[in-house]
C-alpha cells in the first residue's frame, strides 16, 4: 500500500526566506507525484507533479520539487517566501501505472509567513 | 468555463438523515472522484468513475453511495448520515487520456451531522 507522510503540520517562516516542505512516500511501483496547495475556503489546486524524467520540477509561484528515489522524498521549496505563500500544503502519491490515478494524501502542512 | 462545481456548499444535518450531493464538471472529463477532507488526515477518495455509468470504490466508501448517469456529474449519496460524516467533501474530475493528467478540485462542501 502507498503512503505519504508530511514532517510538520504547522511551518512558520519569515517574509523573503526560504520555504521548504518535507514529504516522504512509500509505493511498492514508480510513483507520480504530487503537490497541492489549498487556501482558505477553497478548493486544492496543482502546484506541481513529477511523472518520469527530471527529477527537478518546477512548478507555480517559484515552487519546485525533488523527486529523490534514494530517500523516497519529494520536499517542496521556494527560495522566498511571500505573504500570498500561506496556505495548506498536501503531497500525494499515486501509483504511475495506474489509469485511475487513486491519490493518497499527506496530512497537510499548513505554512504561515511572519512580516 | 465553470470547471467544477458543488452543490451544496454548506449543510447540516440530523443523524439518519439523507442527502446527495452533486458534482458536476463542464471540461468533458472522463474520470470523476469523491473525497472527503478531515483535520489532520488530509484528503481521502471514497468513490471514484472512470467514464459515464462506472462507479468504483476508494478508501473509505462505506456509508457512501454514488452514481455517475450523465458523463458531467456524479453525485455522492448519504443514505443514513452519521456524525462520523461530518466533513469537507471535495470533488474532482480529470480528463482520464493519460495517467499523469491533473486532477481538478471543486470549492468543496461543508457537511456537519449532528
Known amino acids: 500500500a502507498q503512503s505519504v507522510t508530511q514532517l510538520g503540520s504547522h511551518v512558520s517562516v519569515s517574509e523573503g526566506a526560504l520555504v521548504l516542505l518535507r514529504c516522504n512516500y512509500s509505493s511498492s511501483v514508480p510513483p507520480y507525484l504530487f503537490w497541492y496547495v489549498q487556501y482558505p475556503n477553497q478548493g486544492l489546486q496543482l502546484l506541481l507533479k513529477y511523472t518520469t524524467g527530471a527529477t527537478l520540477v518546477k512548478g507555480i509561484n517559484g515552487f519546485e520539487a525533488e523527486f529523490k528515489k534514494s530517500e523516497t522524498s519529494f520536499h517542496l521549496t521556494k527560495p522566498s517566501a511571500h505573504m500570498s505563500d500561506a496556505a495548506e500544503y498536501f503531497c500525494?502519491?499515486?501509483?504511475?501505472?495506474?489509469?485511475?490515478?487513486?491519490?493518497?494524501f499527506g496530512q497537510g502542512t499548513r505554512l504561515t509567513i511572519n512580516p | 468555463n465553470a470547471g467544477v462545481t458543488q452543490t451544496p456548499k454548506f449543510r447540516v444535518l440530523k443523524t439518519g438523515q439523507s442527502m446527495t450531493l452533486l458534482c458536476a464538471q463542464d471540461m468533458n472529463h472522463e474520470y470523476m472522484y469523491w473525497y472527503r477532507q478531515d483535520p489532520g488526515m488530509g484528503l481521502r477518495l471514497i468513490h471514484y468513475?472512470?467514464?459515464?455509468?462506472?462507479?468504483a470504490k476508494g478508501e473509505v466508501p462505506d456509508g457512501y453511495n454514488v452514481s455517475r448517469l450523465k458523463k458531467q456529474n456524479f453525485l455522492l449519496g448519504l443514505e443514513s448520515a452519521a456524525p462520523s460524516q461530518t466533513s469537507v467533501y471535495f470533488c474532482?474530475?480529470?480528463?482520464?487520456?493519460?495517467?499523469?493528467?491533473?486532477?481538478?478540485f471543486g470549492p468543496g462542501t461543508r457537511l456537519t451531522v449532528l
Open positions: 468513475s472512470v467514464g459515464e455509468g462506472t462507479t
Open positions: 500525494a502519491v499515486s501509483q504511475g501505472i495506474q489509469g485511475a490515478q487513486k491519490l493518497v
Open positions: 474532482a474530475s480529470r480528463r482520464g487520456q493519460s495517467s499523469t493528467d491533473t486532477q481538478y
